[in-house]
């Protein structure tokens, strides 16, 4: 081990009492410490505070910590000092006295971190130039992108830390971060270089399920009955869906409670207290019910409906299984609840990012190939294998040698030179005579009408199957472009061949059960 390696083992050690760095932890921290920026998306529990602490302790000065939330900045600094580690916080919360005592701590060089609110950043300006800034870690940093799903105004100013400290190594943190989000946060604040870290999302104890939405109830009830005395979450998208369905299952004799933000605080609470202290096994819940709650044997996570995005239903399922025992979660999917969900959308800020995550989500589920390669894939990780933990795994559908059809659509991606939509796309290669196409005069290029023994709606599918097996990736900030992967090289140029599955029907359902 080199001596650098040594030492910040050491510190790992003495400070907090690990004996290992997790995965990416030492290659992140080394490279802060050497002044790079960095982008690190790990899940939540993963580590990424380690990321910014240890380095804040090999480096002489202060690290500055932003981060959105108060009652989080305030554990977070807690365990510090606990660990005898100098830090503090600076927020609107504060009495006079405790911002005293923090800012004289800050002048004085006695602080190994500061956390500061976005909000209040510009309080501590003139105070943060007298002062030696070692590192900036921005937390949660997809709050920086409209693209990220808690978009927070505040973040929008942070564009300006890299100017003013352009030596310092700026690290942004995030759990959720899809490859449009990580441009985005990039971009935003000032770090095109950034070293980006994406540690692996894959849960693989996660059993991934999706069921046509039909008679939705009754295939609940038939799942309890086959999960008896485990514990779970029924998420549905309304208050009242959660009031009614949680009544039925009571009819049938399961413990079961609702919860929603329609509930006043010291209801919600209690019914969080029985279902981590196992008394109410089985919580129907809007979205939101989980933030915060740490129970580690949740043994299934049911979506009633669909989310609107895969930020959200990774996070949902994601609180099924902590303790790495096998669990089952279950999407139920239909036509109805897209067409339901794009009314939502039509009276929301950023339609058209939104529709593009809600499309990607619905491909999700009416997916044909792997499931965990397709919600691997939206976060920027490629899987080789076939994870053989989900329903697609475990009931393969016919699959045929797509290997020309696939290369068709790849060279016809080439040729357009990774500008058009899945749309223009379909059009060159069946060799659509309209004014789009000639317009640009795609009519000329070799692959027109490539493909134009395939019906429109089949090649559609087969292109989802390719994007979701990750042969393509599509740019939705950039109009929904496709480009190639490096896999997509491969089936070009080294003759990897690929497996399409035969098309099936599409799930449409009329709602019935509303
Ligand atoms: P995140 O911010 O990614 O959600 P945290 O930084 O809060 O996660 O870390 C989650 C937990 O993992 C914390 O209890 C932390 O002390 C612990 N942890 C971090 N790094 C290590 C490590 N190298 N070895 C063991 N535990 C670690
Ligand atoms: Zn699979």
Same mark, same amino acid.
């Given at each position: 081990?080199?001596p ?18 997790r ?19 790990m ?43 100098? #830090? ?6 504060q009495?006079?006295?405790? =911002?005293?005592?923090?800012?004289? +701590?800050?002048?004085?060089g ?14 501590? +300006? ?10 900036? #870690?921005? +937390?949660? *940093? ?7 799903h808690?978009?927070?105004?505040? &973040? ?40 980006? &870290? ?23 009830? *038939? ?28 009819? #049938?004799?399961h ?17 969080q ?9 089985? $919580?129907?819940?809007t ?29 949902? =399922? ?14 139920? &999917? ?10 939502? $959308?039509?009276?929301?800020?950023? =339609?058209?990012y ?10 999700? *589920? ?31 559908p016919?699959?045929? +040698? ?39 005069? &795609? ?10 023994? =395939? ?11 390719m $994007?979701?097996q990750?042969?393509?990736? $599509? ?36 709602p019935?059960?509303?």
């Amino acid at each position: 081990m080199t001596p650098e390696k040594d030492n910040l083992h050491k510190l790992l050690k003495t400070h907090f009492g690990y004996d290992h760095f997790r995965e990416n932890q030492l290659d992140i921290i080394q490279d802060i410490i050497s002044g790079k920026d960095t982008l690190v998306i790990m899940p939540t529990g993963g580590g990424k505070s380690m990321c910014f602490q240890l380095p804040s302790l090999a480096l002489s000065g202060t690290a500055l910590v932003i981060s959105p939330l108060i009652a989080l900045m305030k554990d977070q600094v807690d365990a510090l000092k606990a660990n005898g580690i100098r #830090a503090a916080y600076y927020n609107s919360t504060q009495a006079p006295e405790e =911002i005293e005592k923090v800012t004289h +701590d800050l002048r004085e060089g006695h602080l190994d971190l500061i956390y500061v609110a976005p909000e209040s950043l510009s309080l501590l +300006d003139t105070l943060l130039q007298e002062i030696q800034v070692n590192l900036i #870690a921005v +937390d949660e *940093a997809h709050c920086i992108s409209s693209w990220g799903h808690d978009f927070r105004p505040a &973040y929008t100013q942070l564009g300006y830390l890299k100017k003013r400290y352009p030596e310092t190594p700026l690290v942004a943190l995030t759990a959720t971060a899809d490859v449009s989000t990580q441009d985005d946060i990039a971009e935003q604040l000032s770090i095109p270089k950034a070293k980006r &870290y994406v540690a692996s999302f894959d849960r693989p104890n996660l059993f991934l399920d999706v069921r046509p939405g039909q008679n939705r109830i009754q295939q609940i009830l *038939a799942f309890l009955d086959n999960h008896p005395f485990e514990s779970g979450i029924v998420y549905c998208l309304s208050r009242k869906s959660t009031e009614q369905l949680a009544q039925k299952l009571r009819d #049938a004799d399961h413990t079961a409670k609702a919860y929603h933000a329609g509930l006043d605080a010291k209801e919600r609470a209690k019914i969080q207290e029985d279902f981590i202290n196992d008394k109410t096994p089985i $919580i129907v819940a809007t979205i939101a019910f989980g933030m915060g709650i740490d129970k580690s044997n949740v043994r299934w996570v049911i979506h009633y409906n669909m989310p609107k995005n895969i930020e959200g239903y990774y996070q949902e =399922i994601g609180r099924a299984g902590r303790d790495g025992i096998p669990s089952h979660t279950l999407l139920f &999917y239909s036509y109805a609840d897209t067409i339901q969900l794009r009314k939502f $959308i039509e009276n929301s800020a950023n =339609i058209e990012y939104q529709t593009a995550k809600l499309e990607r989500m619905q491909q999700y *589920a009416e997916a044909l190939s792997c499931r965990r390669k397709v919600l691997l894939n939206y976060f920027g990780e490629f899987l080789i294998e076939d994870c053989g933990n989900c329903d697609i795994c475990k009931n393969n559908p016919e699959y045929f +040698d797509g290997t020309t059809i696939a290369q068709k659509v790849l060279s016809g991606v080439t040729r357009l030179k990774e500008q058009e939509a899945l749309g223009m796309v379909i059009d060159v290669l069946r060799g659509a005579h309209n004014a789009s196409v000639y317009d640009k005069g &795609y009519q000329h290029i070799k692959t027109f009408g490539a493909a134009k023994d =395939i019906a429109w709606k089949d090649l559609q599918q087969y292109i989802i199957q390719m $994007i979701n097996q990750g042969l393509l990736e $599509i740019r939705f900030r950039e109009s929904g472009r496709l480009l190639l992967t490096s896999l997509a090289k491969e089936v070009l140029f080294k003759g990897k061949k690929v497996q399409l599955a035969n098309l099936v029907q599409p799930i449409v359902e009329i709602p019935k059960e509303r």
